[in-house]
């Protein structure tokens, strides 16, 4: 199999892998890169639970070719604490009882905060729309729909602080 | 798998040309990555277009607009200029998959795909988009609908791909719209896809075209519909008219998510409805 070189950023540092050609963008993070947050749910572009962002646009990463993200930056969950201080809506998440299994959450985060970035006060309709790329098989959506509420509400008073 | 990412035209139609095996072009990967996932495919090359500069413009021209074939609908969707002179084309691009496949998933690619379902073609059609198809040896302009020829199959060549989607210049007092009827709110596929655009003349449709989409092997222009609403305000009697040359077009398939003879009715019932949006767009009263 045909292997090729790719230089890349990720999470703002940046990275060098050599990958087959075939290769998923997710296998390279999970398998190469031991970036393990992005899950493989289903890898046909229906859970969203491999998604991260390629160019600040949220994509699923297991429909993007490692090689793809030559001279691209990504960010992934491992990507969105501060250091040891979670983001809004991780401490959201963890407030709201919005996780079981987990499997999930990197993937809402990562859309959460794709929307947030784009319309820092999101109707509960839009929320739902911007999320119905990820699917939840345990917790229901309704806890995953508030804590966004909350991060949401936590983040406009953060900004108007600054 | 050979994996390039040429920088022109040109060059990406020589890879395509030159090589034996199977080559495809990857746009958004959106269709195809899934394919090549599932082991549906094993392509010898793929010739990612989107480091083309010209596939990533979206451009205002003196006949219209010009849409790079490697343009995602979430750009489309932020371009204020195409959402008001194609509404339609716009909103039925955007109905394509979640916020992910958003980023990613070009109309080029939606037609390329050749499926029956595919949300954005029934737009194009309707609004009379052209393809910019470029080979080796020619450059060609064609109307949409000439390119899918069956589920999963087009016109072009081996060494052909589409370089950019054109949609013509707009008269003034025209709209156009797209509505797909699916069991969920979203990310589903259409069990039957209706656009119409139209224009006004003194308050009465002078010139529209119909499309429909999941009710055929290809996406339909339906020009009986079409003929049904010119000359009218879109009263009772026209639209009643229009439903029915639209299930009279109908030749669906079965299946869990439709019966053929709901999907036959629905395609009526939503064609009734586009209409009614696209004359409103178009200042109708
Ligand atoms: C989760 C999910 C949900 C989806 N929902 C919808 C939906 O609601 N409605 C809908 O219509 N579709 C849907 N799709 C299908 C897909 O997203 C669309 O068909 C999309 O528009 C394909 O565009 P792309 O750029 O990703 O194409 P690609 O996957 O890159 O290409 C598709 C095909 O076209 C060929 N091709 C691409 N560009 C060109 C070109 N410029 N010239 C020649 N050939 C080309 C490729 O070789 C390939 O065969 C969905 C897919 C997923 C994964
Ligand atoms: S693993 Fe990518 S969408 Fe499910
Ligand atoms: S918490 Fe288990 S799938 Fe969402």
Known sequence: MASQLVSTTVNGDPVQFACPTDESLLNVLRDQLGLTGAKEGCGTGDCGACSVTLDG??????????????????????????????????????????????????????????????????????????????LCRCTGYDKIVRAVQAAAKDMRKLSKKR | MRYESPTTTKEAVALLAGEKGSAYVLAGGTDLMVRLRMDLIEPDLMVDIKRIPVMNEVKKTATGFKIGAAVSSAELGENKALGKAWPGVVEAARLIGSDQVQSRCTIAGNLCNASPAADSVPALVAAGAKAVV???????????????????????????????????????????AYLRFIPRTEMDIAVVGCAVSLTLARGVVKTARVALGAVAPTVVLVPEAARALIGTKLDDNA????????????????????????????AGVLAKRAAKIAFERAGGK
């Open chain 1, 57 to 134: 646009r949220l994509v699923c990463s297991c429909l993007v070719l490692g090689v793809e993200a030559e001279g691209r930056e990504i960010s992934t969950i491992e990507g969105m604490a501060d250091g040891d201080k979670l983001h809004p809506l991780q401490q959201q998440f963890i407030d709201n009882a919005a996780l079981q299994c987990g499997v999930c959450t990197p993937g809402f985060l990562v859309a959460a905060k794709a929307l947030l970035d784009k319309n820092p006060s999101p109707t509960e309709e839009e929320i739902r729309y911007a999320l119905a790329g990820n």
């Open chain 2, 134 to 176: 470029v080979g080796k040896s020619k450059r060609r302009t064609v109307a949409v609908d000439k390119i899918v020829t069956g589920p999963g199959e087009t016109s072009l060549a081996k060494d052909e791909l589409v370089e950019a989607i054109t949609l013509p210049k707009r008269a003034a007092r025209s709209g156009d």
């Open chain 2, 239 to 266: 639209l009643e008219k229009m439903a029915a040359a639209c299930s009279a077009a109908c030749d669906p398939i079965d299946d869990k998510r439709g019966t053929i003879e709901y999907r036959t009715r629905v």
